[in-house]
């Protein structure tokens, strides 16, 4: 199981958080989904045997979302890093 944090442009409100939870979560392989709104981050846990990061990357761009940068591993303190 992997997990990453990604960071997601142009969430502003309840509905963006259901469309995006609702259709990484359905994806075959994906455990769970949690996106932190005010953060603007997406916390993904996958089975990486059955599907790649690609792929959830491109379901959160297709529900109309900017995926940023490179995921991060573990969640952390960006000014203590």
Do not use: H, R, W
Not at 43 to 52: A, G, K, P, Q, R
Request: aromatic share 2%; glycine share 12%; with cysteine.
């Amino acid at each position: 199981m992997q997990q990453v944090t990604l960071n997601v442009q142009g969430m502003s409100c309840g509905s963006c958080v259901n469309k995006i939870e609702g259709n990484v979560g359905k994806l075959n392989g994906v455990e769970s989904v949690k996106v932190q709104l005010s953060e603007g981050k997406v916390d993904v846990s996958f089975n990486e045997s059955l599907i790649d990061l690609g792929e959830i990357k491109d379901a959160i761009k297709d529900t109309g979302y900017e995926v940023k940068e490179e995921p991060t591993e573990e969640p952390g303190c960006s000014c203590c890093n």
